[in-house]
């Protein structure tokens, strides 16, 4: 049974720091990438970060380079997203996602994905 699961999540006040983790396991979880992604109410899900198998590349949207760093665990089959100055637009649920290495980077294809856990940043 393929399962990833997150957590971390939480309330903290704007300017504060959240440290994601994602757990994975029945697969080969360490040769995938891995990415977070995020969905606020009423807004589609976007992307936030990922990182490849190999933990070489990594990859993260505008609004949150110099803030945000995701890496891999010990193990490889985690991932963790640290977030440090956050913002209350960051608020949102937050989700893992994996898939098997893709012939070229993009942001799409995850085959994998968590259950999600809420990320709320006050003002």
């Known amino acids: 049974q393929v399962q990833l699961v997150e957590s971390g999540g939480g309330l903290v006040q704007a300017g504060g720091s959240l440290r994601l983790s994602c757990t994975t396991s029945?697969?080969?979880?360490?040769?995938?990438?891995m990415g977070w992604f995020r969905q606020a109410p009423g807004k589609e899900r976007e992307f936030v970060a990922a990182i490849s198998w190999s933990g070489v590349t990594t990859d993260y949207v505008d609004s949150v380079k110099g803030r945000f760093t995701i890496s891999r665990g010990n193990a490889k089959n985690t991932v963790n997203l640290e977030m440090n100055s956050l913002k209350p637009e960051d608020t949102a649920v937050y989700y893992c996602?994996?898939?098997?290495?893709?012939?070229?980077?993009?942001?799409?294809?995850?085959?994998?994905w968590g259950q999600g856990t809420q990320v709320t940043v006050s003002s």
């Open positions: 029945g697969r080969a979880f360490s040769v995938y990438d």
């Open positions: 996602a994996a898939r098997p290495p893709k012939v070229g980077w993009s942001r799409e294809e995850y085959e994998y």
